[in-house]
């Protein structure tokens, strides 16, 4: 082995990590090599003298450790619970604008869903409450999800009647409002069916809409004499509507 | 000391893994002085060697998750600890270097041989060390108070082995003439 290979081998020699025949020929080398001999001796004397480097005692808190760890893990659970209830606040918002844009109207026969539908209460649709021809003959609001048929200005002025007292009346949830109003405007429509004409339904007859008499969209003499049914109480709607009440349903019907 | 009964350092971090706090107590005995000793070497001379083995434990806790039992232990521990001692050196390097030259002055004003003491010549060789650069600081640290072997430290530090090893040779020949040249020599 030459001088300039124990050389390079002398470090990893002196930590004894040198494989058993590199050694072997390490050690007999520097037994006759003067000068690698004394770089041995000075590359051990300096590692003897890293050992007297002091050994200072580490103590360890271990409870702050933990309570370090403690803490992080309760911050970062804090800020996970306030993502979620952020997250769950703008999905509410969501539903809630889109609950507010959308507008599902179940009618007989057919299924109405309109987007973006601005809020039309009866209020909004009938100028005069009183059956006022003129009031018949307004127009109804575009997007208005019921489709109130023109010259429906008794039903309306019923609406708005019921849907004033039940709102009155404070704390009723707007679907069931909007359930009152629907119902009333039912009954009001097949109310006007039957009193069309000689007392006939003409819409019964047929549904061609053809054989409708034009410009019928005025409300009859006989139509707007008949005045709304009176407010009912809010507990009777309430019982007609989620407990099938009779007296409640009679009240509210055209036929009591 | 390990007997052979203990459990080992990959069973510890197992059962550290699953909460164990009894297993983490274990982890911080056995290792609290060959990491403080290293930290101390690596770190500034102003630095709180207790507080940052301190912060050495609250990473291996934290970093508890992502340890890989196909990886040795001491490697994965002695390289956070090495993280610890460079973000540390980081910080020092912001601060004013007051405390650094005063420590200078009065390790360079002990020079007469005959009168060092082994306690003088030890504060010598440790500032020696201290003052050697970075990248030959590193290996030789690791190495001789880490008590890893060359390729440990070539894991460790992210370097190749051949690398390792010249540097450690080279770290030992300028700590030989930083100390001859403080008067301190020393014997087989």
Same mark, same amino acid.
């Given at each position: 082995?030459? *001088?300039? @290979?124990?050389? @390079?081998?002398?470090?990893?020699?002196?930590?004894? @990590?040198?494989?058993?025949?590199?050694?072997?020929? *390490?050690?007999?080398?520097?037994? $006759?090599?003067?000068?690698?001999?004394?770089?041995?001796?000075?590359?051990?004397?300096?590692?003897?003298?890293?050992?007297?480097?002091?050994? %200072? $005692?580490?103590?360890?808190?271990?409870?702050?450790? *933990?309570?370090?760890?403690?803490?992080?893990? %309760?911050? =970062?659970?804090?800020?996970?619970?306030?993502?979620?209830?952020?997250?769950?606040?703008?999905?509410?918002?969501?539903? +809630?604008?889109?609950? $507010?844009?959308?507008?599902?109207?179940?009618?007989?026969? %057919?299924?109405?869903?309109?987007?973006? +539908?601005? =809020?039309?209460?009866?209020?909004?649709?009938?100028?005069?409450?009183?059956?006022?021809?003129?009031?018949?003959?307004?127009?109804?609001?575009?997007?208005?999800?019921?489709?109130?048929? &023109?010259?429906?200005?008794? +039903?309306?002025?019923?609406?708005?009647?019921?849907?004033?007292?039940?709102?009155?009346?404070?704390?009723?949830?707007?679907?069931? &409002?909007?359930?009152?109003?629907?119902?009333?405007?039912? =009954?009001?429509?097949?109310?006007?069916?039957?009193?069309?004409?000689?007392?006939?339904?003409?819409?019964?007859?047929?549904?061609? &809409?053809?054989?409708?008499?034009?410009?019928?969209?005025?409300?009859?003499?006989?139509?707007?004499?008949?005045?709304?049914?009176?407010?009912?109480?809010?507990?009777?709607?309430?019982?007609?509507?989620?407990?099938?009440?009779?007296?409640?349903?009679? %009240?509210?019907?055209?036929?009591? | 000391?390990?007997?052979?009964?203990?459990?080992?350092?990959?069973?510890?971090?197992?059962?550290?893994?699953?909460?164990? !706090?009894?297993?983490?107590?274990?982890?911080?005995?056995?290792?609290?002085?060959?990491?403080?000793?290293?930290?101390?070497?690596?770190?500034?001379?102003?630095?709180?060697?207790?507080?940052?083995?301190?912060?050495?434990?609250?990473?291996?806790?934290?970093?508890?998750?992502?340890?890989?039992?196909?990886?040795?232990?001491?490697?994965?521990?002695?390289?956070? !600890?090495?993280?610890?001692?460079?973000?540390?050196?980081?910080?020092?390097?912001?601060?004013? /270097?007051?405390?650094?030259?005063?420590?200078?002055?009065?390790?360079? #004003?002990?020079?007469?041989?005959?009168?060092?003491? #082994?306690?003088?010549?030890?504060?010598?060789?440790?500032?020696?060390?201290?003052?050697?650069?970075?990248?030959?600081?590193?290996?030789?640290?690791? /190495?001789?108070?880490? /008590?890893?072997?060359?390729?440990?430290?070539?894991?460790?530090?992210?370097?190749?082995?051949?690398?390792? /090893?010249?540097?450690?040779?080279?770290?030992?020949?300028?700590?030989?003439?930083?100390?001859?040249?403080?008067?301190?020599?020393?014997?087989?």
């Amino acid at each position: 082995m030459r *001088c300039q @290979e124990v050389l @390079e081998n002398l470090t990893t020699l002196a930590y004894d @990590e040198l494989d058993a025949t590199s050694a072997a020929a *390490c050690q007999q080398h520097l037994a $006759q090599c003067e000068s690698c001999q004394e770089e041995w001796s000075a590359i051990r004397a300096t590692l003897g003298l890293l050992d007297l480097v002091p050994r %200072r $005692q580490t103590q360890v808190d271990l409870a702050a450790v *933990c309570l370090r760890i403690s803490r992080e893990q %309760r911050r =970062a659970y804090s800020w996970k619970r306030w993502g979620l209830g952020l997250a769950a606040a703008a999905a509410l918002l969501v539903c +809630a604008t889109a609950a $507010q844009l959308l507008a599902i109207n179940v009618e007989p026969g %057919r299924l109405i869903v309109a987007w973006n +539908a601005p =809020a039309a209460g009866p209020a909004e649709r009938v100028e005069s409450p009183q059956g006022d021809s003129g009031a018949g003959q307004a127009a109804a609001p575009v997007g208005d999800t019921l489709k109130t048929p &023109v010259g429906d200005a008794p +039903a309306a002025a019923a609406d708005t009647a019921v849907a004033a007292h039940v709102r009155s009346i404070g704390v009723v949830p707007n679907a069931l &409002v909007e359930l009152l109003e629907r119902d009333n405007l039912a =009954a009001w429509r097949r109310r006007h069916r039957s009193l069309d004409g000689n007392g006939e339904d003409w819409r019964a007859q047929s549904d061609d &809409v053809s054989t409708r008499p034009r410009g019928d969209t005025t409300i009859r003499a006989d139509d707007a004499d008949d005045a709304p049914p009176p407010p009912v109480s809010y507990s009777e709607l309430r019982r007609h509507w989620l407990g099938g009440d009779a007296k409640a349903n009679r %009240r509210t019907s055209p036929e009591a | 000391m390990q007997r052979p009964t203990d459990p080992s350092d990959h069973d510890l971090m197992s059962r550290c893994r699953h909460g164990d !706090a009894v297993a983490f107590e274990e982890i911080v005995r056995r290792w609290e002085q060959p990491l403080g000793r290293m930290v101390g070497q690596l770190a500034g001379p102003g630095a709180d060697v207790d507080d940052l083995c301190q912060e050495v434990f609250v990473r291996i806790l934290r970093a508890r998750e992502r340890y890989r039992p196909s990886h040795s232990f001491s490697t994965w521990v002695y390289r956070i !600890a090495l993280n610890v001692a460079r973000d540390n050196r980081r910080r020092e390097i912001r601060r004013p /270097k007051q405390s650094l030259d005063a420590q200078d002055q009065a390790s360079s #004003a002990q020079t007469p041989t005959d009168a060092l003491s #082994a306690h003088e010549t030890a504060e010598i060789v440790d500032a020696a060390v201290r003052a050697l650069p970075e990248i030959l600081r590193e290996p030789l640290v690791l /190495k001789h108070f880490g /008590k890893l072997s060359f390729a440990e430290v070539a894991e460790t530090t992210g370097i190749p082995l051949g690398t390792v /090893k010249s540097r450690v040779a080279t770290a030992l020949r300028e700590l030989r003439s930083e100390l001859n040249r403080r008067g301190v020599t020393g014997t087989e």
